[in-house]
């Protein structure tokens, strides 16, 4: 089953519950984007707006922390209800130890790579982790081209899982939209994570139609 996760950085934020009301019967989830201006060059919103969007949605919510210091957020993600925390591998010398940390609490633990980060760096962690995280844009905005060699990672990732009969999740992020959805998923991805493939979207009640099976 594939999975809609929808990027609410691409949703119109002056209207942010009407947003998720109207895309809410066509995702499974709802994608946070946390940036800190550090890790990436550009800033959003993180805890006030998260606790907003619990208020809107009982959607699982999966925060995807582009900053600089994982560790100083995990806990409060915790504590405000996200089911899902993912982590860029390139942020933190202490990657196992952050899982853990996630893991205990029964939320989700996904690891991430920017698109110029080799795959092999995650490979210690995939027994470990719920799922990865295919950055298919450089991390820092919606709306960006897809690159196209992250179908490569995308593959090689669900070659290894069957290979080494591992069940971690296989999720794409950045740039999927009509033309390429189909590709995505014809290489392995399970969760397609989507902004303006949703929020823009004309066409969105017949893609998840499609694809959401
Ligand atoms: C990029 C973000 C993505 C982005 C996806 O830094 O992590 O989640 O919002 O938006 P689209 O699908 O428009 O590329
Ligand atoms: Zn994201």
């Known amino acids: 089953m594939i999975k809609f996760s929808a990027s609410i950085l691409a949703a119109d934020l002056s209207d942010l519950k ?24 550009n800033l959003t919103f993180a805890y006030p707006i998260l606790e907003a969007v619990k208020k809107c949605t009982k959607l ?6 582009m900053v600089t210091n994982p560790e100083f957020h995990v806990e409060k993600l915790i ?5 899902r925390i993912t982590i860029h591998i390139e942020t933190t010398y202490h990657i196992n130890k952050l899982i853990s940390q996630i893991k205990e609490t029964n939320t989700e633990a996904f690891v991430t790579l920017n698109p110029g980060t080799p795959l092999n760096i995650i490979e210690e962690v995939l027994s470990d982790v719920d799922g990865i995280l295919v950055m298919s844009v450089n991390p820092g905005f919606s709306g960006q081209k897809f690159i196209a060699k992250s179908l490569e990672k995308i593959k090689k990732l669900k070659e290894w899982k069957s ?9 794409v992020d950045g740039g999927i ?3 390429n959805i189909q590709t995505v998923v014809n290489a392995g991805a399970d969760i397609l994570i989507m902004g303006y493939g949703i929020f823009k979207n004309d ?3 017949n893609l998840s139609r499609t694809f959401r099976i």
């Open 203 to 205: 066409n969105l009640e």
């Open 60 to 65: 699982p919510i999966d925060a995807h922390l």
């Open 79 to 83: 504590k405000l209800g996200v089911d």
């Open 18 to 41: 009407t947003e998720i009301k109207r895309v809410e019967p066509f995702i499974d989830e709802i994608h946070f984007d946390i940036m800190d201006g550090h890790f990436v060059p």
């Open 177 to 179: 939209n009509n033309d």
């Open 163 to 171: 290979n080494y009969g591992m069940d971690y999740l296989i999720a």
